[in-house]
């Protein structure tokens, strides 16, 4: 699906590179989360992922990343915003029209969709982000959460298969986060879309990812399952990446001998202690 193969680059107004020798293979329908500290190359490598870079934002950029086999510098990012969405951190920015049926008829109307499939394709998105009520509502009167939603919903009309999210909740209150996940934990079981999350927050990603990828100084560091990278606490707390406080506890239950293995949700963690 994604093939990234030794891809370095470096913004005209920096000295250093952000990213620094990436080497990553997504499949199609897996859940790769990107953590890592603040500067890492999280946001960078995503923009690479529907070739906003090197295609809108420019620098030194060499390697290669593949899209189902093509290359992001061989077609426009238009090209590739049929396959790839992407979702940023604030929601504002990503919408537009008075109406959320008008947001989200918006992209496939630039593609000459006709106009019976986009109905059925906005109608589809709202139900799988539980939003069907809000269709003739203004953008600007949903709650973070929802507005969150909306670009989501936005970004499916597209009919994408991979879905790129940047923080997505970092603006969102408790309730706005757990309504973001839950439709990215649904899309994920339920339309088997790929997904790659850029989070903070490491509790939905021992969740939901079916891998975790970690970046420091524009390299990745360590990548595996959420179980492999969450028990190496030692070099995520260096990193000032917090685990789980669930994976945490059961660490240290572990290393005294307590416990067999780290839990990564709360229900192994009983299971640990039954």
Same mark, same amino acid.
């Given at each position: 699906m994604?093939?990234?193969k ?7 107004s +920096? ?5 620094n020798?990436? /080497?990553? =293979? ?8 990107i953590i890592?500290?603040s500067?890492?190359?999280?946001s960078t490598l995503?923009l690479?992922? /529907? ?11 060499s390697g290669?990343?593949?899209i ?6 061989e ?6 915003s049929?396959k790839v969405?992407m979702?940023? +951190?604030?929601?504002?920015s990503q919408?537009f029209a008075?109406t959320?049926?008008?947001?989200l ?5 630039n ?11 906005i109608?589809w998105?709202?139900?799988?982000v =539980? ?9 600007? =009167?949903?709650?973070?959460g +929802?507005k +969150? ?7 499916l ?10 923080e997505?909740?970092?603006q ?7 309504e973001?996940f839950?439709?990215?934990?649904d899309?994920?079981?339920?339309e088997k879309?790929?997904i790659?999350?850029v989070e903070?927050?490491?509790?939905p ?7 975790v990828v970690?970046m ?11 179980r492999?990278?969450f028990?190496?606490?030692?070099i995520?707390?260096?990193?000032g990446?917090m ?10 239950l572990?290393?005294?001998g307590y ?5 990564l949700?709360?229900?192994?963690g009983?299971r640990?202690?039954i």
């Amino acid at each position: 699906m994604i093939e990234i193969k030794d891809l370095h680059f470096k913004y005209h107004s +920096q000295k250093e590179e952000v990213l620094n020798g990436i /080497n990553l =293979n997504i499949k199609k329908g897996e859940f790769v989360s990107i953590i890592g500290p603040s500067g890492c190359g999280k946001s960078t490598l995503c923009l690479t992922l /529907n070739g906003i870079i090197p295609k809108t934002i420019t620098g030194e950029f060499s390697g290669d990343v593949f899209i189902d086999g093509i290359s992001t510098r061989e077609k426009e990012v238009s090209e590739f915003s049929k396959k790839v969405g992407m979702i940023l +951190q604030n929601p504002e920015s990503q919408l537009f029209a008075m109406t959320v049926e008008e947001e989200l008829a918006f992209g496939p109307e630039n593609l000459a969709v006709p106009r019976d499939e986009i109905e059925e394709r906005i109608s589809w998105a709202l139900s799988i982000v =539980n939003m069907e009520n809000k269709r003739d509502e203004f953008p600007g =009167n949903l709650s973070g959460g +929802q507005k +969150q939603r909306i670009a989501i919903a936005a970004s499916l009309t597209m009919m994408p298969e991979v879905l790129v999210l940047d923080e997505p909740t970092s603006q969102l209150d408790p309730v706005g986060k757990r309504e973001v996940f839950r439709v990215l934990r649904d899309l994920h079981k339920n339309e088997k879309m790929t997904i790659v999350l850029v989070e903070h927050k490491t509790e939905p990603i021992a969740e939901l990812s079916d891998r975790v990828v970690v970046m420091d100084k524009g390299k990745v560091v360590l990548e595996g399952t959420p179980r492999h990278v969450f028990e190496k606490v030692p070099i995520l707390r260096e990193l000032g990446i917090m685990v789980p406080d669930i994976s945490y506890l059961t660490y240290l239950l572990k290393e005294g001998g307590y416990v067999k293995d780290i839990a990564l949700t709360i229900e192994e963690g009983r299971r640990l202690f039954i």
